[in-house]
């Protein structure tokens, strides 16, 4: 099973912007899904960005415009573009891959957007 980790949280202002990156240990060319979902405390977790193998892309009401996802299969990574953060999108922030019915989870990076 691919191992997905994510990184480039952290901490920034409203306004700001991040860019997250998940690597995955194998190729990510076979995945028909990959996906980024965030879960905020006390809150359930939601998806927030997905992209299919053939790039077609999809996003989360609050997040659309802001948010670009993106896989680079050459790499294995796939990547969500943040900008104009709001504290709203404060949360732990993962990325999951489906093949075949299989999931693959990361263990999440930790967004922080200050007011």
């Known amino acids: 099973q691919v191992q997905l980790a994510e990184s480039g949280g952290g901490l920034v202002q409203a306004g700001g912007s991040l860019r997250l990156s998940c690597a995955a240990s194998?190729?990510?060319?076979?995945?028909?899904?990959i996906s980024w979902s965030r879960q905020a405390p006390g809150k359930q977790r939601i998806t927030v960005a997905s992209?299919?193998?053939?790039?077609?892309?999809d996003y989360l009401d609050s997040v659309e415009g802001r948010f670009t996802i993106s896989r680079d299969n050459a790499k294995n990574t796939v990547y969500l573009q943040m900008n104009s953060l709001k504290p709203e999108d404060t949360a732990v922030y993962f990325c999951?891959?489906?093949?075949?019915?299989?999931?693959?989870w990361g263990q999440g990076t930790q967004v922080t957007v200050s007011s």
């Open positions: 194998g190729s990510i060319a076979s995945f028909n899904y």
């Open positions: 992209i299919t193998d053939v790039g077609s892309t």
């Open positions: 999951a891959a489906n093949r075949l019915g299989i999931w693959s």
